[in-house]
């Protein structure tokens, strides 16, 4: 069992930068491949970002290449998202997720865990 909080969310203006934490219970963080998604009002959930346990490789949507950058701290059983240059399109609840599979997966139903999410929102 994992549990997910996510923080880090608020209000930034257009170009500006924020950072979101996942802090994750129990000691097999370390083998959890680790994802963010989010849902914009009125849109389908869509994965962000994630990050491999087992070759620490990233995988990005297209929207965010460049700008967002996902990272681990297995010590301190957190993952971050770095997202800067950000739009008014990045507006969304982000969820952080957790997958006992060694690849990233870009669906949702390739995770095992959810946070109860954190809320991104950029004025323009």
């Known amino acids: 069992q994992v549990q997910l909080v996510e923080s880090g969310g608020g209000l930034v203006q257009a170009g500006g930068s924020l950072r979101l934490s996942c802090a994750a219970s129990?000691?097999?963080?370390?083998?959890?491949?680790m994802g963010w998604f989010r849902q914009a009002p009125g849109k389908e959930r869509e994965f962000v970002a994630g990050?491999?346990?087992?070759?620490?490789?990233?995988s990005y949507a297209d929207s965010v290449k460049g700008r967002f950058t996902i990272s681990r701290d297995n010590a301190k059983n957190t993952v971050y998202l770095r997202m800067n240059n950000l739009k008014p399109e990045d507006t969304a609840v982000y969820y952080c997720?957790?997958?006992?599979?060694?690849?990233?997966?870009?669906?949702?139903?390739?995770?095992?865990?959810w946070g109860q999410g954190t809320q991104v929102t950029v004025s323009s």
């Open positions: 129990g000691r097999t963080f370390s083998r959890y491949t």
């Open positions: 997720a957790a997958s006992s599979s060694a690849g990233v997966s870009t669906i949702g139903r390739g995770y095992d865990y």
């Open positions: 990050i491999s346990w087992s070759s620490g490789s990233t």
